[in-house]
């Protein structure tokens, strides 16, 4: 059972060579790359908006996960986020079902880790300098996926917070519901927001989702010339 447990979870990345450099020194110097323009003569607002969203992610525990986790290898470093990312998508579910989103440190807790989400798409579009393509873009996409759930949940647990909608919501799924349809850009207008700080919600959501939807996508299905986390080898 460990074993079919192990080439289930772990695969056959065993053989890869282990990292030079583990993720917080990747980022590190990331940033230092970013700093001496080392592959982009940046400057200005585009130069303080790429060293922001690098360090932003220091202040997050994905990448803090992804150190100890390397430490036994690549293959657990994967296996660790995977879990992470999809416990980021179960949290905001499991709030809004139990109503736990009437305390203050647990509905903190959740904006702090979607905050994480939300900033980390750009940061690997923007300021990706010194980030090797991964071994994986069809594991990458799928992350995607789980990363665009959790965006719509976490949106969810916040319009269940308050009265912003035309009506309440009869059940925590109605919240899933008008977030989904918020993200989808269908809008059938059974629900929507009457409340200045709904209408900012569904403003901020949809802005979010076409940037994490359209602009993300169009970097992995584009070749770019440039050295980062999206590049591609001549064989692709």
Known sequence: MRKILRKLLLGNVTNLRDPKL???????QNIKAIWNNDHQDD???EKIVRL??????LIFPGI???YFASKKGTEYEDLAMDFYILSKVAMPLIIISNQWQQFPVILGLMIYVMLETVLYIPTLIFASDLFSKPRSYKRSMLLLFFNYLEIVFGFAVLYSTGNY??????????AVYFSMVTSSTIGFGDLYPVAT????????QSLLVLMFVVLFLNFYSTKIDSKGYFEKSKKD
């Open 197 to 204: 700080f709904g209408k900012f919600l569904v403003m901020t």
């Open 52 to 57: 922001f969203l690098s360090s932003s992610q």
């Open 64 to 66: 803090y996960i992804k």
């Open 22 to 28: 583990n993720p917080i020194q990747k980022r590190i």
């Open 43 to 45: 400057n200005g607002i």
């Open 165 to 174: 909608l035309n009506q309440k919501f009869n059940h925590w799924f109605d």
